[in-house]
């Protein structure tokens, strides 16, 4: 006896229904995204109890003749595409034609549509799920078009069980619309819930006539209704462009992370997007530059050719496939990274700091006469008796220098030969071609206007200055400097100090057995490593940058993390990142060591020929400047 039949058209419509309607919000972005299809400068949404037992979406767009409007409420029709080329070629929000019969399948639905042409227009309501008959009135409302969606799920009472409680539903609703209105200024959105008026987004023009995007004052005026102003006014802009794509974005400086990827907005070609490749290069821009496990406040913006990308991947339209995803994460990360490097934002710590004169890397002086030929090891001396107070506070003054250019991104370490910085950085060049903010000196720390006032808990230095109070890392600090002077020159972990006694480690076998296989790898960090047992390694030589240090710490930290990168194929590219902030910080000052003169001075003066120390390489922060309007409040001055 046969086992397979075909289904009939009721039960199709409501499987295509689950496809596309998952919950209200759902039926409102359908809805609103046909609303804007149709030209529409208004669009008001009305929703009680959260959507669930009605949606009213009434828009000013072009409205529908009769015919079309009969015609819209069957499946698989639509006014958007004809052809398979244009799926490739999308410059709508909708294309597919399923979203008004699945709403029609799953719902008591009724249409009013009129265009302006029309003196009257018409109303529809069906009368079976399949909308295959309906009762058709006169509707004498304004040009436009609106829907009402009665009793959601009212004939799938499975689906509307899972339906969540009446706030979460409308809180859904609420985020479309605002993340909508982030991406579509040129239309006022105004939500309504149980007859109170709860989000109104009037038109926004872009004052500064931008040529690409929205602009960074539009972005703000209408991030405000998404997020608290305080926290938008410390967003950073920044956009660039290439031959893939334009994007701009408002986002966090480090220091304003956050828990959990909520507060990610990502948009491409004007849809509110999930999409992993915006994902990914977000957060190759932050590499660095924030702690694990914490995550940016971001909106980004995201443009490209509507060929270059398919959003018919998903019925919801939300993840996308490009068609060059590194270049177009390489797009975002670049942009990202070239504004953190900047600098600028370690003085933006409230209202009365960012007024502050910023001072640019190239006014900052370099001591001839006391740096050395290795930068690694200048800001060593011998240790003689900590102090608390420079005597002259303009201790670093010195003849000008040009501080290097520093790649922007890591490169990896593999091979039997190390490789130059920049061979590994050729393709992100490439994709940022022609950016609109190259990488620049960062506004930084004049340190010669500044006076050190002492070491706190063997930890903190601080200084003085007009700005106010400036107190540091001292690890932190040590950390960045190094990684970056590595970062730029990978040869510098070739100098190697043999042993006069070679050292025999006990390590468990699993980590001899990860030194043997990656050998090779190790010996590019300086070190020859040698098992001679099972659970046993005998160390001949250590980077020069690792004496005096913890040899036996820093040889299984280098391990942990060769072993993590290797196991992880989203990481392997920032392996090389992993090893050198490892080295970095096995190799800096530590909190507890005490300072002197002459090992304070090299400090800065190494500061001053890397263009980037604000965070250290895991993203802690360096540096805050505390105000003396701040420290007056502290006393109750002011």
């Known amino acids: 006896m046969p086992q397979i039949q075909k289904l009939d058209d009721k039960l199709i419509a409501k499987i295509a229904a689950g496809e596309v309607i998952e919950r209200p919000a759902s039926v409102v972005k359908e809805l609103v995204e046909n609303a804007i299809d149709a030209n529409a400068t208004e669009v008001l949404v009305e929703l009680v109890e959260g959507g669930k037992d009605k949606i009213r979406v009434a828009d000013n767009g072009c409205g529908m003749d009769p015919t079309d409007a009969h015609l819209a409420l069957s499946r698989h029709t639509t006014s958007k595409i004809s052809s398979t080329d244009d799926l490739f ?71 509307k069980k899972f339906l969540k409680s009446t706030t979460a539903e409308y809180s859904a609703c609420l985020e479309y619309l605002q993340a909508l209105s982030l991406t579509k200024p040129e239309i006022t959105l105004k939500l309504i819930h149980n007859g109170k008026e709860k989000f109104f987004s009037p038109k926004t023009r872009n004052t500064a006539n931008q040529a690409k995007g929205l602009g960074e004052y ?55 997007v999930k999409d992993k490749t915006l994902r990914f290069g977000v957060q190759r821009g932050y590499h660095s530059h924030i702690l694990k496990g914490k995550h940016p406040v971001c909106c980004l913006h995201f443009s ?49 700091t960012q007024g502050w004169p910023s001072l640019k890397a190239d006014s900052m002086p370099l001591d001839q006469n006391t740096a050395t030929d290795d930068p690694i090891q200048e800001w060593r001396s011998t240790k003689s008796t900590p102090f608390s107070k420079v005597a002259n506070p303009r201790v670093f003054h010195s003849t000008p220098k040009t501080s290097p250019t520093i790649v922007p991104a890591p490169t990896r370490l593999s091979g039997s030969t190390p490789q130059p910085a920049t061979s590994s950085i050729r393709t992100t060049a490439k994709q940022l071609h022609s950016p609109q903010i190259p990488p620049s000196p960062h506004k930084t720390i004049c340190w010669e206007d500044l006076q050190y006032i002492g070491q706190f808990a063997k ?41 006069l006694i070679p050292e025999v480690l006990g390590i468990t076998p699993r980590k001899c057995a990860i030194i043997a296989e990656h050998n090779a790898q190790i010996q590019q960090c300086g070190f020859s490593l040698r098992s001679i047992a099972d659970d046993q390694v005998e160390v001949a030589a250590v980077p020069t940058i690792l004496q005096e240090k913890n040899i036996e710490e820093t040889i299984l930290a280098l391990v942990d993390v060769i072993a993590q990168g290797l196991s992880n194929t989203e990481a392997g ?66």
């Open 89 to 159: 070629n999308l410059t709508t929000m909708g294309f597919r034609g399923e979203a008004l019969a699945s709403i029609v399948s799953v719902s008591e639905f009724s249409l009013a549509t009129r265009t302006h042409q029309d003196t009257i227009g018409i109303k529809i309501i069906p009368t079976t799920p399949s909308s295959e008959k309906a009762v058709t009135l006169p509707w004498p409302g304004s040009p436009g078009t609106e829907i009402v969606v009665n009793n959601l799920f009212f004939n799938i009472p499975v689906r």
């Open 218 to 272: 539009v972005l703000r005026q209408r991030l405000c209704c998404f997020w608290e102003s305080d926290l938008v006014d410390k967003l950073l802009y920044a956009q660039a462009e290439s031959d893939y794509g334009f994007c701009e974005l408002l986002m966090s400086p480090p220091g304003l992370e956050k828990a959990t990827t909520r507060n990610t907005l990502m948009f491409a070609n004007q849809r509110w």
């Open 459 to 499: 930890c903190y230095l601080m200084f003085e200055g007009e700005q106010g109070l400036l107190i540091v890392d001292q690890h932190a600090f040590h950390e960045r400097i190094l990684y970056e002077q590595l970062k730029q020159d990978h040869t510098l972990l070739l100098s190697s100090q043999p042993m």
């Open 573 to 638: 590219g920032y392996l090389s990142h992993e090893i050198l902030s490892t080295l970095s910080c096995h190799s800096a000052i530590r909190s507890g060591d005490e300072l002197n003169e002459q090992m304070l001075h090299n400090l800065i003066t190494a500061a001053k020929k890397v263009d980037f120390f604000h965070n250290c390489p895991h993203g802690r922060r360096v540096l805050r400047w505390h105000s003396k309007r701040d420290i007056s409040k502290w006393f109750d001055r002011i």
């Open 304 to 352: 490209c050719d509507p060929a270059l990308v398919d959003v018919n991947v998903h019925p919801s339209k939300s993840e996308l496939r490009f068609q060059y995803p590194a270049e177009v994460q390489g797009l975002i990360a670049g942009a990202i990274g070239n504004r953190l490097r900047q600098g600028d934002w370690a003085q933006l710590e409230d209202k009365s």
